[in-house]
């Protein structure tokens, strides 16, 4: 019989052994608490969701406001700019990570007229939150429809 072939075999074996403990050696005394890792997760998705809806029931309600400001005027859409660009130039001073107000305030959006309601689009929107080593990137357009007394509806486009 051929010893000589089963020692490669048997040093094979040992060393894979060996490997597994080491692994398993490491993954045990590792000190990382998994579940507070998991809770600052959390805690960042919430914070960017809970700032994302903020952004958005501000942009809603500069557009209500612009209405308001405008729907008396004889030249509403020339008001309604104006308006909007005023109170978006507020709120771009808010501090908030995004570039909505900005791009309202610079009048980077589309308006149009379409069957007696108005569109507002505003493309390119980006949100980002940083909480801790956690960082959260929203990209998404928003559009808004309103007549010259309320808004009708704001969503997010894609």
Do not use: P, Q
Not at 16 to 33: E, G, H, K, P, Q
Not at 48 to 65: N, Q, R, T
Request: charged residues 25%; neutral net charge; aromatic residues 10%.
């Amino acid at each position: 019989m051929n010893r000589k072939a089963h020692v490669g075999t048997i040093m094979l074996v040992i060393g894979a052994f060996l490997l597994v403990i080491f692994a398993l050696y490491v993954m045990l005394s590792s000190n990382t608490d998994l579940s507070l890792i998991k809770a600052e997760l959390r805690a960042s998705s919430d914070f960017a969701e809970a700032s994302h809806k903020f952004v958005l029931k501000g942009f809603g309600d500069i557009v209500d406001k612009s209405i308001f400001d405008s729907k008396s005027s004889s030249e509403f859409e020339k008001s309604f700019n104006i308006s909007l660009r005023k109170y978006a130039s507020e709120k771009r001073e808010s501090g908030l990570s995004n570039n909505l107000y900005a791009k309202l305030s610079l009048g980077d959006y589309s308006l149009t007229l379409k069957d007696g309601n108005y569109e507002l689009i505003v493309l390119g929107v980006s949100e980002k939150y940083n909480l801790d080593n956690n960082e959260v990137t929203y990209a998404y357009s928003l559009k808004a429809i309103f007549d010259k007394t309320k808004v009708n509806s704001v969503k997010v486009i894609e």
